[in-house]
């Protein structure tokens, strides 16, 4: 595929309406048998199994804290990927782990996520700012605007990065950091360079020897036991975790109630492109 931006603008457009299709004719209908599963911290359980594991201090929106949290039965895949990393000179950094209703409603409107997109949005239309409608659509596939399809929310999903384990500083290239959004984003992008290319295949590789699926439209994120995994490999079975609120308390996890509903209105989408272009005049 020629690199031109009109090819990259053909690609964007093609990617993210199969995002849209998987998420809305796939991941919404799909069977979930939640199992309540309790959560387990990352950081504890990297220390615990001594392997050597980043983790983002970047506060998280409304300042409020990065939840490096996975459910149980996914910590030996977590733990073993860490260290095959290890010793491969790698070193797993987590970027994003388990996220609240709250986290997840206001995360793709920040301004950071949501003017991102916008641009990518308003490029991809030649310049036109998109209707409420169509930017739900899009930011369904990049941000999930639905519980059911947030994997995060489930507590079965992170976000990673991988650095080097001399020289921490310098991330392993995959074309692009976390959180890129441009054609560049989906995992098998041909606008990135043959190395990058490999190095995804590589990290998404190893992190299936332990369990874990890629997100085919995002190439930072990767989760095991829930709907992206059970229906992307075929088990035919229903997702053990779906959308659910977790008490770091009592430990007590429930279902989340009307995981189907979105989690901003047309109208707060609205608000937020009207606010973004005026940020960016």
């Known amino acids: 595929m020629p690199n031109t931006e009109a090819a990259q603008r053909a690609y964007w457009t093609a990617q993210f309406e199969d995002a849209w299709r998987f998420m809305f004719e796939h991941i919404l209908p799909y069977p979930v048998q939640e ?3 309790r959560f387990v911290s990352l950081r504890d359980a990297a220390a615990d199994a001594g392997v050597q594991v980043h983790f983002s201090d970047k506060p998280h929106v409304q300042q409020l804290e990065r939840l490096y949290y996975l459910r149980d039965g ?9 260290r095959e990393m290890n010793q491969r000179g790698w070193v ?28 990518s949005v308003m490029w991809e ?3 036109e700012v998109p209707s409420a409608e169509f930017m739900f659509r899009r930011c369904s596939a990049l941000v999930a605007t639905v519980p059911k399809f947030g994997t995060h929310m ?25 959180i890129e959004m441009s054609a560049l984003t989906p995992m098998a992008s041909p606008f990135v ?14 992190m299936e020897r332990h369990g874990f699926v890629a997100y085919p439209w995002e190439f930072w994120h990767y989760s095991s036991g829930d709907a992206y995994d059970a229906f992307l490999s075929g088990t035919g079975k229903p997702a053990r975790y779906g959308a659910v609120d977790w ?3 009592s430990g007590h996890v429930t279902p989340m109630a009307h995981p189907t509903e979105p989690l901003n209105s047309e109208e707060e989408i609205r608000a937020e492109i009207d606010a973004a272009l005026r940020r960016n005049a």
């Open 247 to 249: 008490d770091p308390v």
């Open 154 to 178: 489930s507590g079965s999903a992170i976000d990673i990065s991988v650095v080097w384990r001399d020289d921490p500083a310098r991330e392993v290239d995959r074309g692009a950091p976390y």
């Open 92 to 119: 797993l950094r987590v970027e994003d782990g388990y996220r609240t209703r709250t986290i997840q409603k206001y995360l793709g409107r920040t301004p950071q996520v949501f003017d991102a997109v916008l641009r």
């Open 193 to 206: 360079s043959p190395q990058a290319q490999q190095n995804r295949r590589d990290i998404t590789a190893l």
């Open 74 to 82: 996914q910590i030996p895949g977590f733990i073993g990927a860490a």
């Open 35 to 37: 199992c309540s599963e």
């Open 125 to 127: 239309l030649g310049g």
